[in-house]
């Protein structure tokens, strides 16, 4: 099916979007730490992997601007939206904070990520099928990245286990908003447009608890409170100042082009 099928459908477009915005907010996250990395290679490592995610929030961009249609183009759907038009994860525009927490917050999203990209694989939308399938072998090596991080950090030195502990302990409570699902998933789930991600939960808890006992580390991933509303727009303390760094250009010469 084509973007036209899809042209009118709000909902839709919503979900494109909050895929989009995800990707983008993170990948600005992770962009922060070029120059800054513990060591050359995982700078690098972090800088390829904010690349891929940003190659993927172009193609999200581009697919909703052609359903939006009115001039709308991935420029300025990045650039030109307010703070309560993004709908990406509360979990993608937490701070950086030591590698450690950048490690927990990525693996978080990567071992989500993997799994939610092969249910696509299998949706009716063809154009969302060819942006799952190119993207999920760089989204695999991101999880093989964060995963061996995860238990390198938390089965090294005490130091370095306790600091990645306490990094899971504060990201926790924004792990469970991947699987609440936002008003728009709903309404697509029931007219079977997409699945509901938490048809996959039951795998994810599996693989993130054998990468948890390995980095001899714990998460009471089923208590911890969700914090959650992103899907819906309404985003931490953080995120105007993300959007001030990220549009600055575009905000202050209007439809400035290389």
Request: negative net charge.
């Amino acid at each position: 099916m084509t973007a036209t099928a899809y042209q009118n459908n709000q909902n839709y477009i919503d979900f494109i979007l909050h895929m989009g915005d995800t990707n983008l907010i993170l990948a600005q996250r992770l962009c922060e730490w070029c120059g800054h990395g513990p060591i050359l290679e995982q700078d690098i490592a972090l800088s390829n992997i904010a690349l891929d995610l940003l190659g993927q929030t172009s193609n999200y961009y581009n697919y909703a601007a052609e359903m939006i249609g009115n001039g709308a183009t991935e420029d300025t759907l990045a650039m030109t939206r307010e703070e309560r038009d993004y709908k990406n994860l509360l979990l993608s525009e937490l701070p950086n904070g030591h590698f450690g927490n950048t490690v927990v917050r990525q693996f978080f999203y990567d071992s989500y990520h993997v799994l939610l990209l092969e249910q696509f694989l299998k949706v009716k939308d063809l154009k969302l099928q060819s942006i799952a399938e190119k993207s999920l072998k760089e989204v695999k090596y991101h999880l093989k990245w964060s995963s061996e991080w995860m238990i390198r950090l938390g089965d090294g030195t005490q130091e370095s286990h306790d600091k990645i502990q306490e990094a899971v302990n504060e990201i926790l409570p924004y792990v469970g908003e991947m699987f609440a699902t936002a008003d728009y998933q709903n309404v697509l789930i029931e007219e079977g447009l997409i699945d509901n991600p938490n048809d996959f939960k039951s795998e994810w808890m599996a693989k993130v608890n054998e990468i948890l006992e390995e980095a001899t580390l714990k998460a009471d991933i089923e208590n911890t409170f969700v914090q959650k509303g992103g899907k819906q727009g309404v985003h931490t303390e953080h995120m105007g100042f993300i959007l001030s760094e990220l549009q600055y250009m575009q905000r202050t010469y209007p439809n400035l082009q290389w």
